[in-house]
T-cell receptor, first 116, second 117 residues
């Protein structure tokens, strides 16, 4: 079984500052993928960043980076230079990669509010 | 624009109505998913189709009936729903049988927001 834990129900950050959203996970799968999705109030789940369990380097996608610490089973999202448009719900998720249709398991999410 | 298209975007129905939610993708993905999301909660998996066959049913009540007529389409038929079924219903698709991000990433539609009166 897989489990994702996000311990921050809500976070506030000043515009242009960096913010870290926490995520820890638990799985028995040897190969897995970790994802972060952004969900604005419109409802669409927007993919942000991916980290594979065997990737040696931390993933980066523009202003998003993933601080992957495999031994600690953590995959924190770092957003640099926050913008007002970053205000949204953020979900950490994971998926086993041993078969083609294992579902994505989500954490409870963190609501990020960016303050001008 | 999302590559997974869901219709309708909003649906209001009575408890005796029969309606359907539709989902379409043209990315050649062979796995498709229905998730249900209540307000301020994470998405919860309902069904998974792999190569047009139902592979996972997360003990969903029979008033929800999925259908995958071909590799591009996924339907969710709704009948005799309850007010507590009001939620955002998200469809997603993914590749199957490859490795890395391409195997893992789910592509989501914008969702269908359902209200049951």
């Amino acid at each position: 079984a897989q489990k994702i834990t996000q311990t921050q129900p809500g976070m506030f950050v000043q515009e242009k500052e960096a913010v870290t959203l926490d995520c820890t996970y638990d799985t028995s799968d040897p190969s897995y993928g970790l994802f972060w999705y952004k969900q604005p109030s419109s409802g669409e789940m927007i993919f942000l960043i991916y980290q594979g369990s065997y990737d040696q380097q931390n993933a980066t996608e523009g202003r998003y980076s993933l601080n992957f610490q495999k031994a600690r089973k953590s995959a924190n999202l770092v957003i640099s230079a926050s913008q007002l448009g970053d205000s949204a719900m953020y979900f950490c998720a994971m998926r086993g990669l041993n078969s083609g249709n294992t579902p994505l398991v989500f954490g409870k999410g963190t609501r990020l509010s960016v303050i001008a | 624009d999302t590559e997974v298209t869901q219709t309708p975007k909003h649906l209001v129905m009575g408890m005796t109505n029969k309606k359907s939610l539709k989902c379409e993708q043209h990315m050649g993905h062979r796995a498709m998913y229905w998730y249900k999301q209540k307000a301020k909660k994470p998405p919860e998996l309902m069904f998974v189709y792999s190569y047009e066959k139902l592979s996972i049913n997360e003990s969903v009540p029979s008033r929800f009936s999925p259908e995958c007529p071909n590799s591009s389409l996924l339907n969710l038929h709704l009948h005799a729903l309850q007010p507590e079924d009001s939620a955002l219903y998200l469809c997603a698709s993914s590749q199957a049988g490859t490795s890395g991000r391409a195997a893992g990433e789910l592509f989501f539609g914008e969702g269908s927001r359902l209200t049951v009166l």
